[in-house]
């Protein structure tokens, strides 16, 4: 089943609560993370003389029954700090089922879709960023702010043989001279985001060159030439501490951000992409290590070929719903 959550937040850091929520999210079992919407900061609805709240939308895959669903993310937001007493009162975090499929569900604990939906427009908003769903706006205050994990228009790189597999056995499947000019050509004084598996498959298993390097591992402290984060939470700290200025989360010297591998990187990351570039190998090797699905929330824009080569290079974008 596709489900559509909202999260709001309205005490504490509440963009940190957010990604922290949707990462807890991601991890429920039978869940798939797909898409996640910006954020928007908006006036309190019901109890008005409260904090503004900031909002999202996610989009996901389930396997779980909807009461089921309920009780996995009524429990996220226990572990997070909510506590029920008046109806519609700040909080640390709310996070509602919005849709799932055509579901039409009455029941006590749970109404879908969500009966609110069409008075609030910090809700339409969001979901009509990540969904089909067309809305009429009521005109309330809702204003888009930096913060999501999608404004940082991660782009993903890989060489994959026809079936997109990524490698075997530790090491890459292919080695191929254009796929690394184009490599370089896309990477070169901009930040490149990999794990430490990833490292070895480097040039003397060292950061690269004309880059900055940010390598997840949950063991390592220290290597030269890099900067380590142990998770997403803390890829997202390391980012935002850069520069807030001009209305951007993103350091302007490295400003795009690569993500290079390996396959748990790519699934771990690929719900918040904005971009995919492949090579892609017609042919069929053995692998271990394949890249995610991702064909439903992108689409291909360009490709380029090469006289005699029996490879492509493809570029993807995610797919818009408006705007």
Known sequence: MIAYLGLGANLGDRVKTLRTAIERIKKISGVELLRVSSFYETAAWGVTNQPDFINAAVKIKTTLEP?????????????????????????????????????????????????????????????????????????????????SPTDFELKLIACVDKNFGLGYKGKLLFRIAEDMKNFRALTLNNTVIYGRRTLATLPNCKPLDSRRNIIFSRSLENIEGAEIVHGVEDL????????????????????KL????????????????????FTVVDAEKISDVKFPPFADEFELVDVKHFDGKNFEIRKYVRIKNYG
């Open 236 to 255: 997202w700290d390391a980012l935002s501490r850069i520069d807030r200025s001009m209305d951007r989360w993103i350091d302007r010297e490295f400003s």
């Open 67 to 147: 009461i089921e669903l309920l009780n996995a993310v009524q429990k996220i937001e226990l572990e997070l700090g909510r506590v029920r007493r008046e109806h519609w009162a700040a909080r640390t975090i709310d996070i509602d089922i919005l849709l799932i499929d055509d579901l039409k569900i009455n029941l006590p604990r749970l109404i879908v879709p969500h009966p609110y939906i069409s008075a609030r427009d910090f809700v339409k908003i969001p979901l009509a960023e990540i969904s089909p769903c067309k809305f009429n706006l009521r005109g309330d205050r809702v204003e888009k702010i930096f913060g």
């Open 258 to 277: 690569f993500i290079i591998g390996g396959g748990e990187i790519f699934t771990e990351l690929l719900p918040y992409a904005t971009e995919i570039y």
